[in-house]
Each structure stands twice: as C-alpha cells, then as structure tokens.
C-alpha cells in the first residue's frame, strides 16, 4: 500500500483528478483505519511486551517503534489533510503533499524493516508455543485482506478491492 500510494503522488492526477484524488483518499484511510488502530496496538499491547520480556537488550528498538506509534496516526491525519488542501484549494498544495507523502513513506517503511530485523527475528527466536497461540489468535483478529494469511474483514475486503480496482494501472487494476 506504501508503495502504492507513493506512485500515485507521483504520478500525479493526469486526466483523472477525481480518480486520483479518490484512490490516494482510500489508501490513507486505509493506512489510518488499519495499521494505525488495530494493528499497532496489538503490537505495542501484546508482541512488544513478550520480547523486552525474552530479550531486554531490545528494549532500546521497542522505545524507538513505540514512539513511532505515537506518531504515525497523527502524522497519517496531517498527510490526509494536505491531500484535501491539494484537492481543493490547487496545485500550490501539491509540492507540501509531496513532500511529506515521501517522509511519511520512507518513515513507515523504517519502521516495517526496523519490526523486521530485529523484534520478529527475536520473536521467533525466544517466544514459546502458548506465546504465539494467543498473538496469532489476537492478530488474526484484524484479517487484513495485504496478509493473506486470515480471511479478511468484509469491510476491509471492499476497501482494497477498491484501492485495487480504482488505482490506474499499474498501480492497480483501474484504468492507466
């Protein structure tokens, strides 16, 4: 979906802006709706707490990734807000969405390689069989239709069938 969203912006509108305003909205929400508020604080509440607890010496990357939680549904909310003042106020807009849809992209993605590289490796590595029950049954909860690993949320379904079917090729499936 980052990456997605990234070619989007720059791709820019073309001969769509409706289409392109309306897809870029989708995937905000999406990234608001989603990873912010039901998928981090199963991280920050159940994964994060386990492995400070297997291995303190990662305490240091867990106080890095928490206070990126902390930040990332505000920084999710300004990005859309200076999507909206693209949308509707004008190309003068464009150059602080574009810049900051890079930061923020970048950011989540640090984020993501940081989760990566050292707390899952950890995770694997120390947590026992009765760990891992209870975190795959609290994130199979979110069924997020990216993972394909849960059959996802009819709600959510919809959502990225139509991000999917709406971003221009090839981005997605929508008409280039």
Known sequence: MLRSMRMMAERGPRDSPQQFFEVLRAMLFYIDEFPEQLHHPKESDLLFPRVVRADPSVMDTVAQLERDHMSGEKTARELQHLLLAWELLGESRKPAFLEQCTRYVDFYLAHMKLEESVILPAAEKLLNDGDWKELDAAFEKNCDPLTGKY??????ARLFTRILMS????????PA
């Open 151 to 156: 059959p996802p949320d009819p709600a959510y």
């Open 167 to 174: 971003a221009p090729a090839p981005i997605g499936l929508g």
